[in-house]
């Protein structure tokens, strides 16, 4: 039968093919899940008092040796992710289907007085552009390193028995049997019906145990699909933990995660590790993500990702409002106005701005208007030609030099200003990456679509502030500490 089945799909075009095997894994992975008794432990989750906490996050190029990846990971690979990334987030505001978010609506204001932070790494050692903080799961906890993506809601993890597929993670994979308070989340749960508007993907149900069984897809060839859990999270070892948090216990999980054990959702949406632990903490969130390459200032190699209101008064931030889009409504869209190079502003419209502006913490380069790009290229090399000559570009990337970021002295400063004057003010370390040994380029691209997407490289070394509760984004520069 699977002989016949592959013969019968190789028979179609290559692109039909591609895609017809892709719904074809996917759709096979789904009746496994479902047709599979796997039996979980499943005791009810102790009630515990939680008190606040932050959260360390991380981008070490070297630094852990733990994380260290047994294959190295290439700009070139980076770069390939970054643009599937990118589709995947146009196809998704280009979808005519429109699913609303409760969580946008229902916005919840103030709250409790705690902060939790975690420590904050770059993802560079587990072949990832991303950044990953390490979270406690289950009774005992053990931790594990996680993506924080400010793009997706559901957060999820790979999971024993891997049923279909697990690749490789720089942590054992969890076992949901050692965890004294897990539990697989029945079809008939509320956190179940959530999933069609939270992932975009309707759910399944196990026809076996009952269980709810989740499909996050990611618009390339990447998904996760496994069982919908709770379990208690655990942000720090010196911090109470939170029972009953929701998450996907994956089974099937293939893809650009690196060698992650999967991912922290941080999307404006109530299944969202945000959304679950706003209530004690309050509806909002701060990061500061640490250089992945060397900066001036010492303090970005470590970064931080604090979940609560009060982490937004330990910083002068400058806020700047969130836009409302009725597609997606878990994301973050900002309104860019203006551009400058050296204090001067771009020769262009006021309507070449005019495009969705999606800030992210899952996409690592810059994208702006081709019109748009085209004036920030020309500004940028007109001055930097002058002391440096012009190198052949470097796939999406092609305003390059010659010399490294380290020997360049004269790079102006661009300015990224966003509607009521907050922004992003762009050293050199944020402007420019030395994609290999003596060859710079702008670490910004034109956007293929109809899109701008402030990137993760932009973002280095500043504080950035989601107050989601009063829908507004703040920035603060001067390190992450």
């Known amino acids: 039968m ?34 599979s008794l796997v039996e979980f432990q499943d005791n009810d989750n102790p009630r515990q008092k939680q008190e606040g906490m932050q959260l360390n996050l991380y981008h070490v190029k070297g630094l852990d040796s733990s994380q260290t990846s047994t294959s190295p990971f290439s700009f070139s690979d980076m770069i390939t992710k970054d643009e599937e990334r990118v589709r995947f987030l146009h196809s998704r505001l280009t979808n005519k289907e429109s699913v609303r978010n409760s969580a946008t609506t229902d916005k919840l204001r103030g709250g409790p007085s705690l902060v939790s932070t975690t420590p904050l790494k770059s993802g560079l050692s587990i072949g990832s552009g991303n950044y990953y903080v390490k979270i406690g799961l289950g009774t005992p906890a053990k931790y594990f390193s996680m993506i ?32 004294k308070t897990y539990k697989a989340l029945p079809c008939s749960s509320s956190q179940c019906s959530s999933l069609k508007s939270s992932t975009l993907n309707a759910p399944g149900c196990s026809n076996a145990t009952g269980a709810c069984v989740y499909k996050a897809s990611y618009g390339d060839t990447s998904f996760s699909i496994g069982y919908l859990s709770q379990d208690v999270l655990t942000l720090t070892p010196s911090e109470a933990p939170s029972s009953g948090f929701v998450y996907g216990c994956g089974q099937d999980n293939q893809g650009l995660f690196g060698r992650s054990s999967g991912i922290i959702g941080l999307a404006n949406d109530k299944i969202s590790m945000l959304g679950q632990l706003s209530k004690k903490y309050g509806n909002a969130f701060s990061y500061c993500l640490p250089s992945s390459f060397s900066a001036p200032n010492s303090s970005s190699l470590s970064g931080f990702l604090s979940i609560g209101a009060s982490s937004l008064t330990s910083s002068p931030y400058k806020f700047t409002p969130l ?47 081709v019109a748009v790009y085209n004036a920030l290229k020309k500004s940028f090399v007109l001055i930097m030609s002058k002391k440096y000559a012009q190198a052949p570009g470097f796939s999406i990337l092609d305003t390059c030099f010659k010399g490294s970021v380290k020997e360049m002295s004269t790079v102006p400063e661009i300015q990224i200003i966003f509607r009521g004057g907050a922004g992003l003010e762009l050293k050199a370390h944020n402007s420019l990456v030395e994609i290999e040994k003596g060859t710079t380029c702008l670490a910004i691209a034109a956007s293929s679509n109809p899109i701008s997407i402030i990137g993760n490289y932009q973002q280095q070394t500043f504080k950035v502030a989601y107050d989601v509760a009063n829908f507004k984004i703040g920035f603060a520069p001067g390190g992450c500490q």
Request: proline share 7%; charged share 10%; net charge positive.
């Open 323 to 369: 836009v409302k889009n009725q597609k997606i409504p878990s994301l973050y869209f900002l309104d860019l106005t203006t551009i400058t190079v050296a204090g001067k502003p771009l020769g262009v419209s006021a309507s070449s701005y005019n495009v969705p502006t999606i800030i992210d913490s899952g996409t690592v380069i810059t994208r702006l208007p």
């Open 2 to 35: 699977k002989l016949f089945q592959n013969k019968m799909l190789q028979s179609l075009p290559s692109g039909v093919y591609r895609m017809s095997l892709f719904w074809f894994i996917v759709f096979s992975a789904h009746l496994v899940l479902a047709s």
């Open 148 to 179: 924080v993506d400010t793009g997706s809601s559901l957060s999820w993890l790979q999971c024993q028995p891997c049923v279909i597929y697990c690749h490789v993670q720089v942590d054992p994979i969890f076992t949901p049997s050692t965890s």
